[in-house]
């Protein structure tokens, strides 16, 4: 049978807690069985890193998958990849976090709201972070700027990013942040857990800053 897996709010509530999340979606499905992604290339040591990752994960890292809850917009679009999240993800007594915690498209809680972004925020608010994207211009990385106390930003590939992950690991762990946002792919998926167990928060958050942005505007 399928886990039970938290609802968005739920979630980030337990990142609060000093947690960490590194968050399967359907492209870290494909590489679990063994595919290519679009960003990754097919590759034996990702996909093996990453169902290790789902054997036994860092103790401070929460994984999060798809909730399958009926109320999400998508519902019927994830039904198609159950019975493949069914084969690595079992109601084992383990605790998941969703996946859909930075997808207002998917999330069956109302997270593009004034009342997500608020407890949202409270992840980076004055605290020291180091971001690792793509994009020096990303939405991301203007919202951590934002409101963050301090914020580096390490710059990764669109594409084959896990080749490099060993730097980004090393480089993090050096500058010793109080968290970690990482939007960089599947490769933040297993970084995120890497951080996990160096004792760094770090959160996998995909392609939230669209939503972010948003919201701190209408803050303004």
């Not at 605290?127 to 580096?152: F, H, I, N, W």
């Not at 770090?202 to 942005?213: F, P």
Request: glycine share 10%; charged share 25%.
């Amino acid at each position: 049978m399928y886990p039970r897996v938290m609802g968005e709010f739920e979630t980030v509530r337990r990142l609060l807690e000093g947690q960490s999340i590194a968050r399967f979606g359907d492209g870290e499905l494909k590489i679990l069985g063994g595919a290519g992604y679009k960003r990754e290339a097919v590759n034996g040591a990702l996909t093996g890193e990453m169902r290790e990752i789902v054997r036994a994960p860092a103790a401070q890292c929460l994984l999060a998958i798809p909730t399958y809850d009926p109320a999400g917009p998508k519902h019927a679009n994830w039904l198609r990849h159950h019975a493949r999240f069914c084969r690595y993800f079992r109601d084992d007594g383990r605790e998941y976090g969703s996946a859909f915690i930075s997808r207002p498209d998917s999330a069956a809680d109302p997270i593009e709201s004034r009342e997500y972004f608020e407890l949202l925020s409270q992840l980076w608010v004055g605290r020291g972070l180091v971001a690792v994207l793509s994009e020096p211009q990303s939405k991301l990385l203007a919202c951590a700027k934002a409101m963050a106390d301090e914020v580096a930003h390490i710059e990764c590939p669109r594409h084959g990013a896990y080749a490099h992950i060993a730097d980004f690991e090393h480089a993090i762990a050096t500058m010793k942040p109080s968290v970690a946002l990482l939007s960089c792919g599947p490769t933040a998926t297993c970084l995120a857990n890497r951080l996990a167990g160096r004792g760094i928060q770090a959160l996998d958050l995909g392609s939230i800053g669209g939503m972010l942005m948003r919201l701190l505007k209408e803050k303004a």
